[in-house]
């Protein structure tokens, strides 16, 4: 399911990112334009969720990266990825390149709708895939619907603005799981440290745990 997914992003199990038999919205698109606010106090830190430790790093400009260690082949492996921040109105979307849709002319996004609670609560909620179907099938919205043989897949053909429209068109509980959130707190901020030159001449920044963050 699309959930199993989401969550495969989030715990960079980039093997149960590509299960067949998963049920997602997609878009060539992402949702809305790319927020330009500096975000990094909400989201730069150490997250848990039940399926995993990660480390996400705002980088500017709407772009995140989220990193994890996982032990693989005998060895610590560091798995990283790039998710894009969008807004639609006053609602806030994360949106993931999905590999499994993606070809060389075409990139396709997973996005779920985010919200944070208080500063160490992120809250994430996936589409109803039902919805889109649906809007899909009556013209509401272009792409395509492919029934598999145990799932059902939507991919979206719309633009940011024509998506973020028709989003901006239904309330949010209309269009996503509000009921079954995945929820990662922040148990840890990161520090960003004072500049410092590195042999090519280029300025860099370690980063390190904090250990004031309120539970």
Not at 8 to 29: A, E, H, N, Q
Not at 123 to 139: L, Q, Y
């Amino acid at each position: 399911m699309f959930r199993k997914r989401l969550r495969s992003i989030f715990s960079f199990v980039f093997l149960l990112f590509c299960l067949s038999g998963c049920s997602i919205v997609s878009s060539k698109s992402t949702v809305g334009t790319p927020v330009q606010e500096d975000l990094s106090g909400q989201f730069d830190g150490v997250w848990e969720g039940d399926s995993g430790i990660c480390y996400i790093k705002y980088s500017g400009e709407g772009r995140l990266q989220i990193a994890n260690v996982e032990w693989q082949d005998d060895k610590f492996r560091l798995k990283i990825m790039e998710g894009i921040l969008t807004q639609c109105g006053d609602r806030k979307f994360v949106n993931f390149p999905d590999p499994e849709t993606s070809g060389e002319n075409r990139t396709d996004y997973i996005f779920a709708y985010y919200s944070f609670v208080g500063d160490n609560l992120l809250a994430v909620w996936m589409p109803k895939i039902n919805v889109f179907e649906k809007a899909v099938s009556d013209g509401e919205i272009r792409g395509k619907v492919i029934e598999g043989k145990y799932s059902t897949s939507v991919q979206i053909d719309e633009s940011e603005e024509s998506l973020c429209r028709f989003i901006q068109s239904r309330n949010t509980e209309e269009l996503f799981d509000l009921e079954e959130p995945l929820v990662y707190r922040r148990i840890k901020k990161l520090e960003q440290s004072e500049e410092e030159e590195n042999p090519t001449g280029h300025s860099s920044h370690s980063l390190a745990p904090r250990r004031d963050v309120k539970k």
